[in-house]
């Protein structure tokens, strides 16, 4: 797992993250959720190395994170898959040339072993037709396929999404969450996902931190979220009357459940804190 201890950042003046402690579970879809200027992307480089905490520390499976020198943090970051919100492939580069370009960088395989393992990652994203095609003759879905299949060629232990939909339409979004969060569980990868889109917190969310303005304001599951007490988080997630009506729905629906309702904690209550 990866967990969090008081992380504080600040950009001269400007407090970005506040004190935010939590873990990040293995075998889950971990989701940082916020408006603009909440801290969640700030958060999510401060857990990869790209932005070093004021105070605080990172941990990844009990080891310092942030006290490492550079030789020891590679280490760690040859664990990590990364796929970004454009997802990032060299257009140069066919979609096997794309998906190979981080075992050149750290594996020491032969050829044939490295053609081998690519061709299973783009066969688990089924982008086996694809291999030899450029970025600038796939879809935008099959990009962020091939950036899923690169991310994953190293068998890492931790995947970091940033904005894994943006500029998808709504049927390639779901596309990319199932397989996402399939590939999470049958890896046992600990996926932290930084989001906006709603799909994806509900469908996705086996654990949800809600960030704002740099504080951790409330935490739990997309089932706990549609019975959330939380003001902020509500505005922010069901901000239209369409989803306040869907929400209305799926507690409905729930509730009718009687293994969920079995579930549900009777007595739980609400942090003041942190809504949680």
Known sequence: MIKLENIRKSFGEKVV???????????KTNLIIGASGSGKTVLMKCMVGLVKPDSGRVLYNGQDFTAMNDKEKKGIRQEIGMLFQGSALFDSMTVEQN?????????????????KRVAECLDRVNLSDAAKKFPAEISGGMKKRVGIARAIVLNPKYLFCDEPNSGLDPQTSLVIDKLISELTKEFNITTVINTHDMNTVMESGDHIIYMYQGLKQWEGTN????FAKDEKLNDFIFASEFLRDAKEMRQMEMFQDQNWRSKLPA???EDPGTGA
């Not at 993250?17 to 293995?26: N, R």
């Not at 998906?99 to 053609?115: A, H, I, R, T, W």
């Open 267 to 269: 007595n739980k209550k």
């Open 17 to 27: 993250l506040q004190d935010v402690t939590a873990e990040m579970e293995a075998g």
């Open 223 to 226: 089932k706990e979220i549609v």
């Open 99 to 115: 998906v190979m370009f981080p075992l050149d960088m750290f594996s020491m395989g032969n050829y044939k072993e490295k053609q």
